[in-house]
């Protein structure tokens, strides 16, 4: 498995507090199957603008050395959405901004107390513009969520969904559970990720989801949103087709 939402670089936002439990979290990752996990450090955040990229690398370089070769941490970003990120975009690689593992896939997060400016334009001048937006837990974000028109619809300009581990499991609640759920069995979700900030209230693995997934849908399903699909963002491929992925025996 892959985890491509964690926030295991420490002391740079509300994630890991310090060296040491940011290898706990890479360590509990990796026991729990995952392979490599990409570090997302909050960007563009009021609180944490991270935009000074060579401190996000030496902080990232400092864990993978510190956890050693057991498990891959690769480079990567929760990106906020606000009104100037297409147009600092236009100046990648200088936007201050990092994509996962070095892809075209930008994992971005939209604000949870209201809409913003028309999600779906910014989702298809993104696509028109290269990138493979990924949205971050959009069953935590309840204007999204609750309009699957709309969200159906940024799917089909080229979104692709990141649903949060916990959700799956209900830790997060019935609520937010039932949402997840509800795009599981609209087959609208990409990927499920820890979205990790500690090894106690928001822990790292996707064993326990995994296993849920593959109980509700199918272990093709789990594989596919855990291993396959996030396989394809760290070598920067397209996501495979599911009917194909689904109708074949996983390892």
């Known amino acids: 498995m892959i985890d491509i939402h964690t926030h295991v670089l420490p002391e740079i936002d509300d994630g890991a507090t310090s060296l040491e439990e940011a290898v706990s979290m ?21 609180a944490w603008w991270n935009s000074d990229l060579d401190r996000l690398e030496r902080l990232r370089q400092e864990v993978q050395a510190a956890v050693g070769p057991g498990l891959r941490v690769l480079p990567g970003a929760e990106i906020r959405v606000d009104s100037e990120l297409l147009t600092d ?8 901004v990092l994509s996962l593992a070095g ?16 999600p779906a334009g910014l989702v298809h001048e993104l696509g028109v513009a290269g990138w493979r937006p990924v949205l971050a837990h959009p ?10 028109e709309t969200l159906g619809h940024m799917v089909e300009l080229g979104a692709t969904l990141q649903v949060t581990a916990a959700s799956v499991t209900g830790a997060y609640g019935h609520k937010i559970q039932d949402r997840a759920r ?9 990927f499920v990720a820890s979205d990790t900030h500690d090894t106690t209230l928001r822990p790292p693995g996707l064993g326990e989801a995994a296993a849920e997934i593959s109980r509700r849908w199918g272990e093709a399903v789990a594989h596919l949103l855990t291993a396959v699909n996030p396989r394809a963002v760290v070598e920067d491929q397209p996501l495979p087709a599911p009917e194909e992925v689904l109708s074949l025996p996983h390892e």
């Open 26 to 46: 890479c360590r509990v990752a990796a026991a729990d199957g995952c392979t490599a996990v990409v570090a997302t450090p909050h960007q563009r955040h009021r």
């Open 89 to 96: 975009l236009d100046r990648w690689p200088d936007a201050g």
């Open 103 to 118: 892809s075209r896939y930008l994992l971005i997060e939209f604000s949870r107390q209201e809409p913003d400016p028309d």
């Open 139 to 148: 069953e935590e974000i309840r204007w999204l969520a609750d309009d699957l």
């Open 182 to 190: 509800r795009l599981l069995d609209e087959g609208m979700v990409h």
